[in-house]
């Protein structure tokens, strides 16, 4: 990089997440100039990781995936090792107090699925197979790209009527609790069924990865290839004479050709001007999770090894939804130790956004009986805490619609282009997607002028 001349026009990435820049990556390598402005003294965003006594805590982001085909080619290009996690892992899922396999391996171990009824397991089993047979264009990191027969119904609703109301409450609360942090009716269906369908579709490898030095290092080796002014928070995007003024806390402004706006919508709304109504239509009406990644300490021998990601659905524990173990990851953890992230739903979480870790971890030790039979208590012990208000964009059917159409009708309106996992790119994957995309199209739209 770069692989051509540098170009003229002016370019300014406002956020050093991966989807800011996957964004501006791309315009760097196709020659243009660009520079990211960044208010943290790192990049990444909310994929970072936390190194203390010998753990590399990824609080934020956690896992890649064998798919994740855009991050893997920055890997590729920039050296940065990337893994799959140790074989063999099992999943689980609390019912009753007790956990029980979740795995959609074989047919056999969908009917052993003991956290739902028999009926449901035989349902369960013959939508699988319906949906492994049949011919739609899927595509987990651009929700935009779904069929409309899929992403028009809340995921509550489609599960009670194909499925059953356990398959409801064990499975696609459980999946959301720990994938999103949030509910099932606050997601698209077809978010579910895309990930199944991926998981079961010929030459996908959905494996779970990770890069070994902790999931900053992608985008700290980015960071390093690109021009980013960090400890520089925007405070204003506004239209000037054909340009984009951007205004900085500093009180300093600078003018751009364009401008591509990469933090969460939440802050998007607040430093957008509000002349750039139809932009503001997606960035307000947003909504997001809320969680808080509480890093546990425990002797290696406490949770079982192949024990790997734990499902805990609202209804067995409106507290914690749920927790990871990593030790699935070599390395992530010192020799005979294991490190369990906890996640919290959201409504705990905004209880205890605010509060000192210590009474965090305090409260939510109380509840590890219920929810981590193997561990004793008096055992575990804090690494660490990771607060986010804004942990995952939701999906709603709504909020995949209004993306659809202001990509279509709007996105570069007044120079100023979206991009962020709120724009139907789910995960680090589909963020780092809606960079690349936003990119193409301020590439597209510089040569129409
Ligand atoms: C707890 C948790 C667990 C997760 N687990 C996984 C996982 O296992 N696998 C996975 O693939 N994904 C996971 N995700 C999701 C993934 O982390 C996000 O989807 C992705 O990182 C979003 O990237 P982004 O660039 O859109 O936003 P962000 O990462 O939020 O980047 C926005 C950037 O903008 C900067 N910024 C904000 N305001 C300003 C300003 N005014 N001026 C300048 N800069 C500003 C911020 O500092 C930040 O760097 C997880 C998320 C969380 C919170």
Redesign the pocket.
């Given at each position: 990089m770069p692989k051509s001349t540098p170009k003229t026009p002016k370019i300014a990435v406002?956020?050093?997440?991966?989807?800011?820049?996957?964004a501006a990556y791309e315009l760097t390598e196709q020659g243009y100039q660009v520079v990211v402005?960044?208010?943290?003294s790192f990049?990444?965003?909310?994929?970072r990781t936390v190194k203390r006594d010998g753990f590399n805590f990824?609080?934020?982001?956690?896992?890649?995936?064998a798919n994740?085909y855009n991050l893997k080619r920055y890997a590729q290009d920039l050296g940065v090792e990337w893994v799959a996690t140790r074989p063999g892992s099992i999943h689980r899922v609390l019912r009753d107090g007790k956990m029980h396999e979740l795995s959609i391996a074989s047919p056999l171990s969908i009917l052993r699925m003991s956290f739902l009824p028999f009926s449901a397991r035989l349902k369960l089993l013959g939508w699988l197979l319906a949906l492994k047979l049949k011919r739609f264009k899927i595509n987990l990191f651009d929700l935009s790209e779904l069929p409309d027969s899929l992403f028009g119904i809340d995921l509550v609703t489609y599960m009670d009527e194909k499925i059953h109301p356990d398959a409801t409450t064990y499975l696609a609360d459980a999946f959301t609790s720990i994938?999103q942090?949030h509910r099932a009716k606050d997601i698209t269906a077809g978010a579910l069924v895309a990930y199944f369908k991926m998981m079961m579709t010929k030459g996908e490898e959905f494996a779970l990865s990770y890069t070994p030095r902790g999931?900053g290092e992608i985008p700290t080796r980015m960071a390093e290839k690109l021009d980013v002014r960090y400890k520089?928070?925007?405070?204003l995007i506004r239209p000037a004479r054909g340009r984009v003024e951007v205004q900085f806390?500093s009180g300093k402004k600078q003018f751009f050709d364009k401008v591509i706006l990469?933090?969460?919508a939440a802050?998007g709304v607040?430093?957008v001007d509000p002349v750039y109504k139809d932009h503001l239509k997606i960035l307000s009406n947003t909504e997001y999770s809320s969680?808080v990644?509480i890093g546990i300490e425990v002797d290696q021998k406490e949770i079982p090894a192949q024990y790997h990601l734990n499902y805990v659905p609202y209804k067995e524990n409106q507290r914690i939804g749920g927790y990871g173990n990593e030790y699935r990851k070599p390395g992530a953890t010192p020799p005979g130790k294991s490190l369990i992230s906890l996640?919290l739903h959201e409504e705990t979480a905004v209880e205890v956004l605010d509060w000192p870790d210590i009474k965090i971890f305090e409260k939510l030790k109380l509840e590890l009986p219920f929810i981590f039979p193997e561990l004793d208590p008096k055992k575990a012990k804090l690494h660490s805490i990771?607060k986010?208000w804004?942990?995952?964009?939701k999906f709603t059917p709504e909020h995949i619609i209004r993306v659809k159409w202001f990509q279509r009708t709007h996105q570069g309106d007044k120079n100023l282009y979206l991009?962020?996992?709120?724009m139907n790119?789910?995960?680090?994957?589909?963020?780092?997607r809606?960079?690349v995309k936003a990119a193409q199209q301020v590439i597209e739209d510089l040569s129409r002028n």
């Amino acid at each position: 990089m770069p692989k051509s001349t540098p170009k003229t026009p002016k370019i300014a990435v406002v956020g050093g997440g991966i989807a800011g820049l996957a964004a501006a990556y791309e315009l760097t390598e196709q020659g243009y100039q660009v520079v990211v402005f960044e208010q943290e003294s790192f990049a990444g965003g909310r994929m970072r990781t936390v190194k203390r006594d010998g753990f590399n805590f990824d609080g934020g982001a956690s896992f890649l995936a064998a798919n994740y085909y855009n991050l893997k080619r920055y890997a590729q290009d920039l050296g940065v090792e990337w893994v799959a996690t140790r074989p063999g892992s099992i999943h689980r899922v609390l019912r009753d107090g007790k956990m029980h396999e979740l795995s959609i391996a074989s047919p056999l171990s969908i009917l052993r699925m003991s956290f739902l009824p028999f009926s449901a397991r035989l349902k369960l089993l013959g939508w699988l197979l319906a949906l492994k047979l049949k011919r739609f264009k899927i595509n987990l990191f651009d929700l935009s790209e779904l069929p409309d027969s899929l992403f028009g119904i809340d995921l509550v609703t489609y599960m009670d009527e194909k499925i059953h109301p356990d398959a409801t409450t064990y499975l696609a609360d459980a999946f959301t609790s720990i994938m999103q942090f949030h509910r099932a009716k606050d997601i698209t269906a077809g978010a579910l069924v895309a990930y199944f369908k991926m998981m079961m579709t010929k030459g996908e490898e959905f494996a779970l990865s990770y890069t070994p030095r902790g999931m900053g290092e992608i985008p700290t080796r980015m960071a390093e290839k690109l021009d980013v002014r960090y400890k520089t928070r925007v405070k204003l995007i506004r239209p000037a004479r054909g340009r984009v003024e951007v205004q900085f806390d500093s009180g300093k402004k600078q003018f751009f050709d364009k401008v591509i706006l990469a933090t969460t919508a939440a802050v998007g709304v607040k430093i957008v001007d509000p002349v750039y109504k139809d932009h503001l239509k997606i960035l307000s009406n947003t909504e997001y999770s809320s969680t808080v990644t509480i890093g546990i300490e425990v002797d290696q021998k406490e949770i079982p090894a192949q024990y790997h990601l734990n499902y805990v659905p609202y209804k067995e524990n409106q507290r914690i939804g749920g927790y990871g173990n990593e030790y699935r990851k070599p390395g992530a953890t010192p020799p005979g130790k294991s490190l369990i992230s906890l996640y919290l739903h959201e409504e705990t979480a905004v209880e205890v956004l605010d509060w000192p870790d210590i009474k965090i971890f305090e409260k939510l030790k109380l509840e590890l009986p219920f929810i981590f039979p193997e561990l004793d208590p008096k055992k575990a012990k804090l690494h660490s805490i990771q607060k986010w208000w804004e942990a995952m964009p939701k999906f709603t059917p709504e909020h995949i619609i209004r993306v659809k159409w202001f990509q279509r009708t709007h996105q570069g309106d007044k120079n100023l282009y979206l991009a962020g996992d709120y724009m139907n790119g789910p995960w680090t994957e589909g963020a780092s997607r809606t960079g690349v995309k936003a990119a193409q199209q301020v590439i597209e739209d510089l040569s129409r002028n």
